[in-house]
Structure formats: C-alpha cells, structure tokens
C-alpha cells in the first residue's frame, strides 16, 4: 500500500470506530509560545486530554504535520525524519486499552495487511519510586490478541537497553522497558516533566526487517528497542493518565489515549523496505537526485537522505510562512537549507540544484496538502535565494575553517563561524569531524543565547538605520566603521561619539558630536590611520562579558542604550590576539556591537577615503566614507 492509502484508510478506520477526523494542526504552534514546532498529533490537544470538553467528542482521529528539530543529526539513518506525518487517534477519557490495543493491531494486520509474525510490542516495566506498577493490563491484552492469531505470546523482562543487548530476544513477543523507553510525555521521562506536565506508560509496537541483520555496534544481542534498524518503531499508544504535582502525579481526571504512528515508518512496513527512504514519500525526490548527480542511492543513502529530508522540512516550514533568519524556527529552517548544501556539494550537485527539487518532494502531498502546491514558486523561491546567500560566504568561511587548527573548536571560533560566514552548528561540527577535531559545544551554545540576548536588547538602537544587510560587503563596511569612529577620537580628541549610523554594501555613514567643520588635514590624518590599521592585518575579536567587564575595558558605547547585563564587544587588533586571548586591554578599537565584522582587517581589502563630511545637526557632524 503507498502512503495515501494507509493515511486514507488509517483514517476510515477510526471513523467507522465513532472518531470525529479533525484537521491537521499548523506545524507552528499556534498559541503556543513554549514550543517552535507542533512535534506530535497531541499537542494541540492538551486542554481536551486535560478534561475540556472537545466540539467534535470524546473521539478523535487526524494525519498531524509534525516536526522535531531535535532529531536533525539522526537524520541520515534508515528510519529518522525531521519532518514527518503522525497518525493519531485519541480518547479523550472514552475507550482504553482494551480497545485501543486491538484496534492498532486489526488496522496494521487486516488493513495494511502486515504479517502478524512481524509484529513484537513492548510495555511498560513498573517503577517503585513512582509507585506505579507494571502494565500487567496491556500485557494480558497483547496475549490475548497473539492468542488469537495462535501464536504463542511469552513476555520478556527487558528493563533496560544494555540488558536488551545482553540476552537478546529470548523468544519474546511482549517485552517490558523501564521509564526510558515506555514512558510519554511532551517532556520525555517522568523526572523531567514539569509540574502541571501530563503524560503516562505506553505501549509501543515494532516491525521486524528479516533481511536486515543485527549490527553488534548496537549490543551483542537485538531487541526490539535495538537502534540497528531491524526493529523499527511503528506506532505508541500513550495511556495519559497522569499529571506530575510537586510531591510525584496524581490520576487526571480522565483516562485518555494519545495514540500516533509515523506515516512513512508505517509505509516502509507495509512495503516490508527497511527504509523510510525508498518509499513513494520519497522516491521521487531520491530518483531525481541520481538523475541529476548521475551517482547511485545505493552509495550515497546517507546524503541522499539527508537532502530529501531536510528539503522537505524546509517545505513544509515555508509552506507555513518561515522565513529565513538567525532566530527560532527561520534559524532551524536556515540550517537544515545550509546542512542540505552541503550534501549537495558532496554529491556534486550543481548551484541552485535544490529548489528544483521542490516539485518532486511535493509530488506525494497533491490533494493532501494543498498549501504546498499553492506555495510552489514562492517556496522555491526561497531555497535558492537562501542557498545563493550561504554560497557567497561558504568559501571565505571555509578560509577561515582551514587556519583553525588544534583538537578543538572554542565556542568563540564556531560562534563566528555562524554570525560571520553562516555556518550552521551542524556544519561546523561536521567539517570538525573530517578533520578529526571536535567542538566546544557548551561555549558556543552560551556565546549563541548572549548573540540572540544581546540583538533583541540593544542592536537596533545602537545601529539607527542599522546594517542594510549581512552581506560581505556591508560587513566590511561595519568594521572600516569601527576603526574610523576610533580615528575620529584619535585625531579630533576623545569627546567625539557616535550618535548615529547607517551601513549599507557601498558605502558607511556615521553621525557623531563635533563642534566643528573638519579640515582637510585632519581628514587626511584620519584616513591615513583606518588605512595602516588595514594594512597591519589586525585581527578581530568578540568576546561575550559582563557589561562591567566591558566598561573596564572603555568600549565605545551607544549614546543612550540600554545594554543587557551580558554584553557582545567587538575588539580589532592588537596584531597577536587570538579568539582564545583577545588581549582587549592592547586593542586599537573595542565596542560594545553585536556583529557581524570581518575576521582580520586585511578583509578590508582596499583604501579608505573620507568622500563627504556635512553638518547635520548643530553640533552633530556627518561622514560619509567608501573603500575603493
Ligand atoms: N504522543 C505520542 C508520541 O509522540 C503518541 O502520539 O509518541
């Protein structure tokens, strides 16, 4: 069966078992500010499984557009998807188990048509801190729906994966895990929920792929929860019965069912391919790339499924009106454009080669997604527009990659890797890889969320007018801006500040407080000094601090903005500084700036020339300055 007659059946099912079909919600949650993407089909419907009463009843049923960022690097395998389709159907504290369980169990087998032998399932094992017992009710179910295909149903103590790994499957059908792995909730495991969180055990059913043998990397032994890929996950049943309370959870109100299964792991089963990848959601797309790269699937599975991937959740995200940026889901869809350019160069794949891969990775959405087909040209669009941009700084921050050298990569260098020359935290992580080198993932993370503090606080009042834009042109203008802002206070004394600024990819303007009309000799001076500051190839730093700390330092603030208590500063010179010791006691120009500058002056590339000097203002003078 292809995927439209499995959604369309799973759907006609549970329609015939008195379920109400609701729509798919946006993959952007809407009023939902805790979350950047809709991630499971239960989402949106927190308040019903809390008690609230639903228009449509107590039974529910939908395809759900879902996204999980989080699973980006385990793109690549067999089964994992960022994007992906949910099927789900819920009772909203009607039918439980004993329904649920079989019902799963008929669809799979008699309308997919899954051989029953295939099938293995898992439940919950018990937890005595949480003073909640095994799931003895859903394991006597699974027996009696085994019993009745006269297969014999014996269950299996797992616990934990490394005992999974140890003893293997041990002629099991039912197997129980521990909270790690038969445990849901929006938060993951029970000690990680937050008060108020609701969740329960599960109960989750796995495909066997005979063809594919166990891979001892994984443990010496399979089991179903064995990530070789021989078991693959096809659907969970949630029994949501919980809510955690400061002391442990209480029962809620209702006992529900949150029930979804992934459309194209579902897919993979009934066509019996290990491989979410070769089924007609993807073919198209994984066709046209060999066509295009001239290169086989079968020795390029991994990059050829991380483009159809990562494509397709740039679709469905741009579908959604997601743009393009450094910030929330536009930065999520950023990097997976940017991580998808990548493999594209990998295979080969001419510039501007992705968008056109936008007609096949909607192709198994027509009549499903009508968004997508309506959207087409805008969203392709977009994709070459955006791989066009991270085109033009990929070789110059392939540059500056290649100096890098040590076993690690400081937060400091990943950091500037993105805000200079776009690189996505994968892509540095993978470049680091090649070269045997790893990333100070921490330290990125904190100069990241001080970057986004410190440009939603301060940078647009520090740059009125602001950057036109990060193009590499603009950048380089920024930084000629800092070393003339400390030229102006060199030669016109240390009273002159800036008052305002605009930078664009021809030319920089600063406004700043002088008494005076400037001479032809103290223009001259001024040049002079930003030109040998660009011949002596000074290297520029950035360095997140307490604004304290910054003071001591006497960066050049803002007129009148507020600044968070962590600051950015950007530091040009002296000439030994490094990002580990930027030495900003011994710079020629600090200032408090969010960025983006050039690596080193030398980028300049070019001479600086003073090309309009006016009055603005009484007592605020106005230059305007190019490189030629
Ligand atoms: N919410 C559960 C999950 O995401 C079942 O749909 O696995």
Excluded at 2 to 7: T, V
Excluded at 8 to 22: E, P
């Amino acid at each position: 069966m292809n995927s439209r007659e499995i959604r369309q059946k799973y759907l006609d099912f549970f329609r015939k078992r008195g379920h109400a079909v609701i729509h798919s919600a946006p993959i952007i949650p809407e009023n939902d500010p805790t979350t950047l993407f809709t991630s499971s089909g239960m989402q949106p419907l927190v308040p019903y499984l809390l008690g609230q009463p639903h228009p449509l009843g107590k039974r529910l049923v939908n395809s759900q557009k879902s996204f999980r960022a989080e699973d980006i690097e385990e793109v690549g395998d067999n089964r994992h998807t960022t994007f992906f389709e949910m099927l789900g159907n819920w009772s909203l504290g009607d039918y439980f188990k004993q329904e649920q369980l079989p019902w799963f169990f008929d669809y799979l087998t008699k309308v997919v048509g899954l051989n029953p032998n295939r099938i293995y399932v898992s439940a919950f094992s018990g937890d005595h801190e949480l003073g909640i017992g095994r799931d003895d009710e859903s394991i006597k179910i699974w027996q009696e729906i085994f019993g009745r295909e006269n297969m014999d149903a014996k269950v299996v103590e797992i616990i934990t994966e490394e005992n999974g790994g140890d003893n293997g499957m041990q002629g099991g059908r039912i197997f129980t895990y521990n909270a790690n792995k038969n445990w849901w909730s929006r938060s993951g495991t029970p000690d990680k929920m937050p008060v108020g969180e609701i969740g329960g055990p599960d109960s989750e059913l796995f495909y066997e792929f005979t063809h594919i043998e166990h891979n001892a990397k994984f443990g010496k032994h399979c089991h179903p929860n064995c990530d070789c890929g021989r078991f693959i996950e096809i659907g969970n049943s949630v029994f949501i019965q919980y809510k955690k309370t400061v002391n442990g959870f209480d029962e809620l109100p209702q006992r529900n069912v949150d029930f979804g299964g992934g459309l194209e792991r579902i897919t993979a089963a009934s066509e019996n391919r290990a491989d979410v990848f070769q089924t007609d959601l993807f073919l198209p797309t994984i066709h046209e790339i060999e066509r295009v790269s001239g290169k086989k699937y079968e020795e390029n599975a991994y990059a050829m499924r991380v483009i159809a991937d990562h494509l397709r959740g740039v679709i469905f995200m741009a579908s959604a009106g997601i743009q393009a940026s450094n910030t929330d889901q536009g930065y999520i869809l950023r990097r997976l454009l940017r991580r998808a350019v990548r493999y594209a160069d990998t295979l080969s794949l001419p510039n501007g080669a992705l968008h056109l891969l936008v007609t096949t990775s909607i192709r198994p959405f027509e009549n499903v997604y009508n968004e997508l087909s309506e959207k087409h040209g805008a969203i392709q669009h977009l994709i070459q527009e955006e791989e066009a941009k991270f085109r033009t700084t990929l070789a110059r921050g392939m540059k500056h990659f290649e100096e890098l050298t040590g076993d690690t990569i400081s937060g400091q260098d990943a950091f500037v890797l993105f805000t200079t020359y776009g690189f996505p935290i994968e892509v540095t992580q993978e470049l680091a890889k090649e070269k045997r080198m790893t990333v100070d993932l921490l330290a990125y993370e904190t100069a990241m969320k001080n970057h986004q503090a410190l440009s939603r606080a301060g940078a647009e009042q520090k740059f009125k007018g602001g950057l036109a834009d990060n193009s590499e042109a603009t950048v380089r203008y920024h930084t000629a801006h800092h070393l003339l802002l400390k030229a102006l206070q060199i030669v016109l004394g240390p009273n002159v500040h800036q008052r305002g600024s605009n930078i664009t990819a021809e030319r920089l303007r600063i406004d700043f407080v002088s008494p005076h009309k400037m001479t032809d000799d103290e223009k001259r001076q001024i040049e002079e000094i930003v030109n040998n500051k660009i011949k002596e190839c000074l290297p520029v730093s950035s360095t997140v601090m307490k604004k304290e700390e910054a003071e001591t330092y006497g960066a050049e603030h803002e007129f009148n903005a507020d600044y968070p208590e962590m600051v950015s500063v950007y530091s040009v010179g002296p000439k030994d500084a490094t990002p580990e010791n930027p030495k900003i006691k011994d710079a020629f120009s600090v200032e408090f700036c969010g960025g983006p500058h050039v690596k080193n002056t030398k980028e300049l590339n070019g001479t600086f020339k003073i090309i309009k000097e006016e009055a603005v203002a009484a007592g605020i003078r106005r230059i305007k300055a190019v490189i030629e």
